[in-house]
């Protein structure tokens, strides 16, 4: 990296850390494909997180969910069949995981999440001792603390505790940048920070750069999940190239909203998964 690039990140980074707008503002300039072109893309994607839908079954579907719950309900969800293939590929692999996350959805709606989680720790014990296993749950309703009162006490459980389909910190996610203009020439193989944070997602159609993407694959049915692990040299590029272009995130975090929003990719979207859902080949 030259002097000049140097100085322009480190530079960067400052203003992003002052000031939300500036932050939204910042990350919208390096994604612009001649910025990109020039720099080094700030996203990679990990290998050592994984964020699992096992479910796409919710009991609050919330306003804007990034998995459209509520937009697109559906009773789809994972195996258990499915769950050892991805625990056989991992050992065959070497992957040593830091962090397993079952989601959905809400996840301890999922019938077998017990058995789920026992297969995990199996996992765990014998090929990788330092992984974290996490069942991310809204903490709402008796039927989700009961499933979440019996779960081993080596599991450790994000609980958000909502309350109400309306979040306050929930972002405009079906806001397709795609569909706004001054996204005309954005690089959206650069991908956001969600891959990295949260982890490359599974879903029961395979695995995609994060758990959003594939939650974005079963609405517009483009059916590229990939159907093995990847190995850390897939940046899954290809993906990012797809799915970014639809996904709110992408804009720089984009703000709170609380009233559903949307734009006309993802109303076009929705009204077609009703009329026919697409039909994507499984994991």
Request: with cysteine; proline share 5%.
């Amino acid at each position: 990296m030259t002097f000049c690039e140097r100085y322009f990140l480190g530079f960067a980074k400052r203003f992003i850390l002052r000031h939300a707008l500036l932050k939204r503002a910042c990350l919208f300039f390096l994604v612009q494909k001649p910025v990109t072109r020039l720099l080094k893309p700030p996203f990679t994607r990990t290998s050592k997180i994984i964020a699992i839908d096992i479910t796409y079954v919710c009991n609050l579907k919330c306003n804007n969910c990034v998995r459209s719950c509520k937009q697109a309900p559906t009773s789809q969800r994972m195996t258990v069949e499915q769950i050892k293939k991805f625990i056989k590929e991992s050992i065959e692999n070497n992957n040593r995981w830091e962090r397993i996350r079952l989601m959905g959805g809400e996840p301890t709606l999922h019938p077998d999440l017990l058995k789920i989680v026992q297969l995990l720790l199996e996992y765990k014990k014998k090929y990788s001792p330092e992984a974290v296993i996490e069942v991310v749950t809204n903490g709402h309703g008796k039927t989700v603390n009961n499933i979440l009162s019996k779960l081993p006490k080596d599991i450790e459980i994000s609980n958000s505790a909502k309350d109400s389909p309306m979040q306050e910190h929930f972002l405009a996610f079906n806001i397709a940048p795609r569909d706004l203009k001054h996204y005309r020439f954005a690089d959206y193989s650069v991908g956001c920070r969600g891959m990295t944070v949260s982890g490359m997602g599974l879903t029961p159609y395979g695995y995609y750069p994060c758990a959003v993407s594939g939650g974005i694959d079963r609405i517009f049915g483009f059916n590229i999940g990939r159907k093995k692990l990847p190995l850390d040299d897939d940046s899954m590029k290809d993906q990012r190239e797809k799915f970014c272009q639809y996904c709110g995130r992408f804009r720089g975090m984009g703000g709170w909203v609380k009233e559903e929003v949307m734009s006309p990719t993802w109303k076009n979207a929705y009204a077609s998964y009703k009329s026919k859902k697409p039909t994507l080949s499984l994991y």
